[in-house]
Every structure is written in C-alpha cells, then in structure tokens.
C-alpha cells in the first residue's frame, strides 16, 4: 500500500469543507427556522412515532377474536322463561355429554359449540376483513403515510432547487460575515461612535454644576466603564471578560473565532443610554486594531460577493413564494386529514356482529366479535388528531405573519440608530425574506451581514487598506519633476484617493486616471503647492470645504471623459482656473440652435484657455461669457463640420485661435473681428482655395499661419498683405507654384512647404533675407537657386530631402548660420566641398545617404563628422534647432495622454 508521501500532489490538493460530514452542511438550515417551524418539527416527529407505534401494534397484535351468537340463548338470557331450554333443531346441543371423573376436572359449563380450533380461526379471519371498519384496519397505516407527507413538506423550501441553491449560498457568506475580523472591527466603531455621541448630547443637556466648595470631600475616582455602560470596550473586541458581563457565544453557521460573541444585548446597552443615567468620563477612542494585508483582502472579496448575491436575489421572490406554497400545502393538509379522520374516530368499537356466509362450513350465521386493539388504537388515533390540530394552529399562525408582515421589505431600524451605520440600505425579495428569518432566529446575525452591506464600511476598509499600501514614502517616491521643475504625481485604477495624498505640500501637478472614487476633502488644504490637476475618465467628487480650497489655488483643469454628464458640476465654479482642457464627446444637445451640454462658464472669469476635444456643430454661445479674459482657444473636432463661427466676432482678445479636424472649406469671415490675433491654425481641414486672405489684412498683429493638411490647389497673390506674418505653414497640400507676392513678406523666418507639387523655387526667395528654416522636403524641386545661399544669410535649416535634386548649387559656404541640411532621397551623385566651409555643420547637421557622404574630401568628412567641444561656441538650443523639420524631444519632455497608452 503507497504511503501518503507518494501520493500525487495535484490528486491529494483538497479543502477541509469538502471532508466536513454532511450534516454540517445541514445543521446551517436551522438558522433560517424560526421558532414555530421548530415546533411543528417535534410534532410531526410525535405524530411520527404514534403512527410507527400503531404500525408495530397492527402488524403484531393485532387480531378479532369471534364465537357463535345463539340468538334463543341470548332471548333467555335477557328475558328468562320456563322454556328457555328450547332451542332450533340445527344449533340444538347434544345430549351427551362424556363423564369426567369429578376428581379431575370440574364440570363443564356454559354452552357448546360444534366448532374446532381451525374453524375458529377461520372465522376470526373472515370476520376481521368483513365486521371491521377501514378505519380499525387502516389508520396506522395511513396515519404513517400522513406523517412522512407532512415531514417532506416542512422542509420543501430549504431543498426546492430554485430556493436551495439561494439558501446555501446565503448561510456560506453569513458564516464568512461572522468569521471576518472585519465585521467586529465595525460594529466596535460603530458602538463607540454612537456612544461618543450619546455621552456629548448628555454633556449639553446636562446643567451647569455650582462651583465645588473649599470644604474637604472625598476624592472622586473616575472609573472606566465596560462596553455596556461607554461603548468604548466593546465586547467584540474582548477575547474574554468576567463572570458578571460575560455574553454567551452567538449562534454562527459554522465554526466561529470569539469575534462572534456580541450579543444583541450588548449592542442595544451600547446604542442606548438613558437620559436619566450619569455621564461618564469617556477615554479617548483607541486606534481600532488595523487588518493585516490577507484580512483586508478577504474582507474587500466578501464586499463584492454581498453585492452581487444581493443583485442576484433582489431581482426575483423565488423563495418568498415557495415558502408561503408550502405553509398553505400544509395547512390544507391538515384541515383534509381532520375533515375524514374525526367521523371514523366513532367507529373504533370494542364489539363487533359479524354474519360470514359460511354457515355450510361452521354451522352458524352469526358471531359476536371483539377487536383486541380497538382501545389502544382509539388512544393513538386521539393524540395523533391532537397533535395534527396543533400543528395546524401553528401553520395557521404562520400563514397570518406572512400575510400581515411585509417580508419581501426589510430595513435596519435598529442599526440605522448608529451613526456610523446609518447608510445601510433596506433591502428587498428574497434577500429581504431570508433577513426577516434570519431575525426569527437571532438578529446579530443581520447585523454581522450589514457590516458588508454599509457604503460607509466598505469606505473604511477602502481607506485602511490604502492608508497601508500607498502611504506617504511610496507617494513621495512616485513623484517626478518634469523639464519645467514642476513636481508631478499621477494615480491609476485605484478604488479612491489615498489619505497619505493630501500630506503632499510640494506636489504642483497630480494627475488621477480611472479613479473609481474619487473624493476630495478638507484635508486638500494641505496641499498648498497644487495648480494643476488631471482627471482622466474619474469622476471627482469635491467636499464643500475642499471646494473652496480648490478655487482658490487651482490654476489648470484637464478633463477627460466619455460623456458630458461626467463632467464634475464644480469645475465650473473655480474662479482662479486660467486653463481648462476638455476632451470627450463634447457637442451641441439638440442641433446648431440648441446650447451645448457642458452649460454656463460664467464663474470663470480669469479663464485664459480653453482646448475642447469633441464634436461641435457651432462656437457655443456660452464662450461669450469668458470672451474678456480668454486669449487662446483650441478647438478640435474630430472630423465633425463646424457649421457656426459667428460666436467668434464677440472674442475679439483672442490672440491665438486653433481650429483643427472642423471639415472648413473656407476661411470663416468670423476672423475679421479677431484684430488681436497673432496665431491662427487651421490645420487638418478641406481648405480648397485661399482667396479670402485679403479678408485678413486688418489683422495686422498676425504673425503665424498654419494651413497644413488642407486641400489648397494655389496660394493667391493677396497673402502679401499678411505683412507681418513670420511663420507660414502650407505642408502637405497641392500646391504646384509659388506666387511672387509670397516673397514680400519681408518679416518671415520659417517658410514650411513639405508634401506638395513644387518643381522649382523661385529666384525671389532671395528678399527673405530673415528667413531662418526652409522646409521644401516630399516636392518635385530639381534645382536650388543660388540666391538662397548668397541672401538668405539667417538660414539655420533647410530640408530638401525627397526631391529631384542633381546637385547643390555653388555658394553653400556663404550660409555660415546653417547648421541642418537633409538631402537624404535626392539624385545627388557627389557633394561640394565647400560643406566643409560650414562651421556650423559640424557635429552632425548633415542628413545624407553614407555612401554619397564618402564622395567628399576626407578632411571634409573630418570636419562634419567631428563633435562639438563640450565648451562648444553651441548650446543645446543653437546645436538642436526648435523645427517641424527636425523634431527634438529630450526625454525629460516626453509625455503621454494616460499612463496606460504610455504602458503600451
């Protein structure tokens, strides 16, 4: 036989519930029978046994003992005459009689029969099938077949399948409710805080004692009182106590830790205390004993299954109606089984005629019977109906408490009274039936399960178990400085805010992302630094004295969410906000007419920008109301046609306006009454023609335009009048020439062209003698003039890359200033040697192919190759140019939309 070491790991892996016997299993039950239903359990039990004892007397016993009736002698009997002697020739006795010697026997006497002892058997047999009634024959019978109908009906609901797998699954989370060091730890709290309470109300009611004479008294002792009398030792808490207070253990489904020996009684003395009682000097409330990191676990996964058995059962009344099915099966039952049992209680005699038709066989008509168990049996049959009209009387009294109490609605009445407890919610159907049975029984019980039905406890143990795992180290050391020397905090899927958070006096920038519960309270005040805040699809919600706080300090307000709705009401009620980030699904409720749904933005009033990320159909009306402080609006629209501008001619401080994704197929005319703008980006639209520039000339103050990703065939000739414009961006349009009044905009210094039609550039580039950076890269350009190397003297980046070009016009080493040139995808056979003239190259500024950068000189390959000193003549900032071009990010400016897109 293998020993128990060799057997197989995974085969032997089992939980001890699966040995416990069966009848562990089923003593739960009796935790939902309330008091009647235990006693209609011992009289069946006693109906039970009659009806066997009945049985075992009729299948034994019983038995009808029968002689012949001989009518003349039972005539002469009743009325004596001289000749009563005569009898009917065929029952006539004989005339001998044998002699018995008298020293023997006595004589014989009485009357004689010709019957033997077979045929007295006989016509006992017959006659108890004929002379007897059913009832003497069948009633034990029928009484046991009652019995066991009514010992299966009594306990139908607790096996029914659609109610039993509710019921087990109930007792299992009340046997953890009990068993969690969670639920004692509450209702101490709870007990304490009620009592906390009581003490300071009795303090106020109580009137102001005369002041205490000089005269000697006895010294006063102040005694700690017990759990019944403050609440502040709890007996929840007390592993054990006197005699004299010491409280039974409460009933448990199953095996319980001494935190289940709260009784009711002790709850009540804690959250009562009568006005006409002393007060009590109170010790400060100790620090409740915190769960380690497994009891905090098991109490959060004990949160979750409550609340969705709670969600299962509350949906149907399966067990409310199977229950009151049965009491009125039972009921019915009984009244049926007394109905027809108390006529046949009559007919249980002790004598009984019979009239076989066997008078060929015995020789007589009729016997006079007895049945030997007819008094016992009337005995049985008595105390049997006895007990059936008790127990009908109470399936009686059960059917009135289900018809009058309202059992499908339970409410915590007497926890509601704990202020710690006053959230619990009431409940309903099942879950609300099988509480009201549960009070039947003990009602600790549902206060132990209402521990997990409380917001306010599951709050609490929220908080505990984050005031352990995030703590203020661990927050401190998630903190990060970014490139600006802001110190930035950010928080993912977490249930709620950490209390250590708002220990953070240095944090500026926190960032909360999938926040479940979000909660800002008082304690805000101490985070005297913070001026911007993220909310990433979490929905905050803000304490009044927090708000305030928050209108004070809050500078920057970034939103992210998925509908308007989540958008919190107190965002729009930070008057010191100067920016607010919107991103969602952001639009006009109802069409162009109609507001948008975010509402009034009245309360802003030192509001400087605002970025929207959504579906507009119009400039919301309600922008007007910021119009005097805002100066930089950013508006993308995701591919949505922005129908209506008119909103914007009331926003004339605007300085910077960016209208991206908003499917504009002209210039908007709003822009006329813009005269302060200095930006203008209408990137990503279907911009087709541009002859509405000569609309922007009174914005004199313009100095950047950016109309990349459009559709524009031809630039027109009025974009001279932009004279102060200084960047221009045409990227990736359609453009196939270049008009000469482009080139009188003597203040530009960044001309971007990338991604269009251009064959050639034209000589008047040469009048841009400020012009810094030169994107002509993806076009068709086969030739460079010179001029742009001889006049352009400013120049510090030029990308011509993807080109036609053959090769480099001579004069490149005039451009001392130019430190980027990309000719990377051009049709470029050799390079000048004069790139080695540009100092300013050196260090890697040259973007081309390596095996064209071979065909220079190697002491020209020396030179370009060769890195800059670290006291170089070069900053970062002059050795990486800021360009749309060459795009440059140190790693301390890389950022991302949500923690979770950067994890992936």
């Known amino acids: 036989m293998p020993s128990s070491s060799s057997l197989d790991p995974e085969v032997a892996m089992f939980s001890l519930s699966e040995l416990a016997p069966l009848n562990q299993h089923q003593s739960r039950s009796k935790l939902l029978k309330p008091w009647w239903e235990v006693f209609m359990d011992y009289l069946v039990v006693l109906m039970l046994m009659a009806s066997v004892l009945a049985c075992t007397d009729q299948l034994s016993r019983d038995r009808v003992v029968c002689i012949p009736w001989d009518p003349l002698a039972t005539a002469n009997t009743s009325n004596p005459s001289p000749s009563g002697n005569a009898l009917s020739p065929s029952l006539k006795p004989p005339t001998h009689v044998p002699h018995i010697s008298p020293n023997l026997h006595s004589t014989a006497r009485g009357r004689r029969t010709h019957l033997v002892y077979q045929q007295y058997v006989y016509i006992n047999q017959v006659c108890y099938h004929e002379a007897l009634p059913l009832c003497s024959?069948?009633?034990?019978?029928?009484?046991?077949?009652?019995?066991?109908?009514?010992?299966?009906?009594?306990?139908?609901?607790?096996?029914?399948?659609?109610?039993?797998?509710?019921?087990?699954?109930?007792?299992?989370?009340?046997?953890?409710?009990?068993?969690?060091?969670?639920?004692?730890?509450?209702?101490?709290?709870?007990?304490?805080?009620?009592?906390?309470?009581?003490?300071?109300?009795?303090?106020?009611?109580?009137?102001?004692?005369?002041?205490?004479?000089?005269?000697?008294?006895?010294?006063?002792t102040h005694t700690r009182r017990t759990s019944v009398d403050s609440g502040t030792d709890?007996?929840?808490?007390?592993?054990?106590?006197?005699?004299?207070?010491?409280?039974?253990?409460?009933?448990?489904?199953?095996?319980?830790?001494?935190?289940?020996?709260?009784?009711?009684?002790?709850i009540s003395s804690q959250a009562h205390f009568p006005s006409s009682k002393p007060p009590v000097m109170v010790d400060s409330p100790r620090q409740v004993i915190s769960l380690d990191k497994s009891d905090g676990e098991q109490a959060r996964a004990l949160f979750e299954k409550v609340r969705k058995f709670r969600s299962h059962c509350e949906s149907s009344d399966v067990i409310y109606k199977v229950y009151l099915a049965q009491t009125i099966f039972k009921l019915l039952m009984v009244t049926l089984i007394l109905s027809y049992t108390i006529p046949l209680l009559s007919s249980l005699s002790f004598n009984h005629t019979c009239h076989p038709e066997e008078q060929a066989l015995v020789g007589y008509t009729t016997f006079e019977c007895i049945h030997v168990l007819s008094s016992l049996l009337r005995k049985l049959m008595v105390a049997y109906l006895t007990l059936l009209g008790l127990y009908g009387l109470l399936n009686f009294y059960t059917l009135g408490w289900i018809l009058h109490s309202s059992l499908r609605q339970y409410s915590f009445h007497s926890l509601k009274e704990l202020c710690s407890l006053r959230d619990v919610p009431d409940l309903r159907n099942d879950l609300a039936f099988l509480l009201h049975m549960l009070d039947q029984y003990d009602p600790l019980l549902a206060q132990r399960l209402s521990v997990f039905l409380s917001p306010v406890s599951e709050s609490r143990l929220?908080?505990?178990?984050?005031?352990?795992?995030?703590?203020?180290?661990?927050?401190?050391a998630m903190t990060s400085v970014d490139a600006e020397g802001c110190s930035r905090l950010q928080l993912v899927a977490l249930p709620r805010l950490p209390p250590a958070l708002f220990n953070l006096s240095q944090l500026q920038v926190l960032k909360l992302e999938l926040i479940t519960d979000a909660r800002f309270t008082a304690q805000v005040s101490n985070m005297m630094s913070l001026r911007e805040l993220h909310l990433y699809h979490c929905t905050a919600a803000v304490d009044p004295s927090a708000l305030a706080v928050l209108q004070e300090r809050l500078e920057a307000l970034h939103l992210t969410f998925t509908q308007p709705s989540e958008i919190p009401s107190w965002a729009l009620s930070l008057r010191?906000?100067?920016?607010?980030?919107?991103?969602?699904?952001?639009?006009?409720?109802?069409?162009?007419?109609?507001?948008?749904?975010?509402?009034?933005?009245?309360?802003l009033r030192h509001l400087r920008v605002l970025v929207i990320r959504g579906m507009l159909q119009r400039i919301p009306g309600e922008l007007c109301e910021v119009a005097g402080s805002l100066v930089r609006l950013e508006i993308f629209n995701e591919g949505t046609r922005l129908l209506v501008l008119t909103g914007l001619k009331r926003m004339v401080d605007l300085t910077e306006l960016l209208l991206q994704d908003c499917q504009l197929e002209r210039l908007p005319s709003a822009l006329l009454a813009l005269t302060n703008l200095r930006t203008l980006d209408l990137q990503h639209n279907n911009l087709r023609t541009l002859e509405e520039l000569l609309s922007l000339a009174p914005l004199r103050r313009l100095s950047c335009l950016r109309l990349a990703y459009n559709r524009v065939l031809a630039l027109p000739a009025s974009v001279g009048v932009l004279r102060g414009l200084?960047?221009?961006?045409?990227?990736?349009?359609?453009?196939?020439?270049?008009?000469?009044?482009?080139?009188?905009?003597?203040?530009?210094?960044r001309l971007l062209l990338a991604g269009n039609l251009l064959d050639v550039l034209p000589v008047e580039v040469k009048a841009l003698q400020l012009l810094t950076e030169l994107d002509l890269s993806g076009n068709r350009v086969e030739s460079l003039p010179p001029q742009l190397f001889s006049s352009c003297l400013e120049l510090r980046i030029l990308n011509v890359s993807h080109n036609s070009l053959s090769s480099l016009p001579r004069g490149v080493a005039a451009s001392s200033q130019l430190c980027r040139l990309d000719l990377r995808s051009n049709s470029l056979e050799e390079l000048p040697a004069e790139l080695g003239c540009c100092s300013s190259l050196h260090g890697g500024g040259l973007q081309v192919e390596d095996w064209l950068f071979l065909t220079l000189p190697s002491h020209v390959r020396d030179l370009l190759s060769r890195s800059c000193p670290p006291s170089g003549t070069y900053s970062e900032s002059h050795s990486r140019p800021e360009s749309d071009s060459f795009p440059y990010f140190s790693p301390t400016q890389w950022s991302f939309s949500s923690a979770l897109e950067s994890q992936i």
């Open 137 to 220: 024959r069948f009633f034990p019978y029928m009484a046991l077949l009652q019995s066991l109908v009514l010992v299966a009906s009594g306990s139908f609901w607790l096996h029914f399948p659609h109610s039993s797998s509710r019921i087990e699954h109930f007792l299992a989370i009340l046997a953890k409710c009990c068993e969690s060091p969670w639920t004692s730890q509450a209702l101490t709290h709870a007990a304490r805080q009620e009592s906390i309470q009581e003490m300071e109300l009795v303090e106020e009611r109580r009137p102001p004692q005369p002041p205490l004479s000089t005269s000697p008294s006895l010294p006063v």
């Open 234 to 266: 709890s007996p929840l808490l007390k592993w054990s106590d006197s005699a004299s207070f010491a409280a039974p253990p409460s009933p448990c489904p199953s095996t319980l830790s001494c935190d289940s020996t709260m009784t009711s009684t002790s």
């Open 462 to 476: 929220m908080e505990e178990s984050l005031e352990r795992r995030w703590g203020e180290e661990k927050l401190h």
């Open 576 to 603: 010191s906000l100067h920016e607010l980030h919107l991103s969602g699904r952001l639009s006009n409720d109802g069409g162009v007419g109609r507001s948008w749904a975010l509402g009034s933005l009245r309360q």
């Open 726 to 749: 200084e960047l221009l961006d045409l990227s990736n349009n359609q453009l196939q020439s270049l008009p000469p009044a482009l080139f009188t905009l003597r203040r530009l210094r």
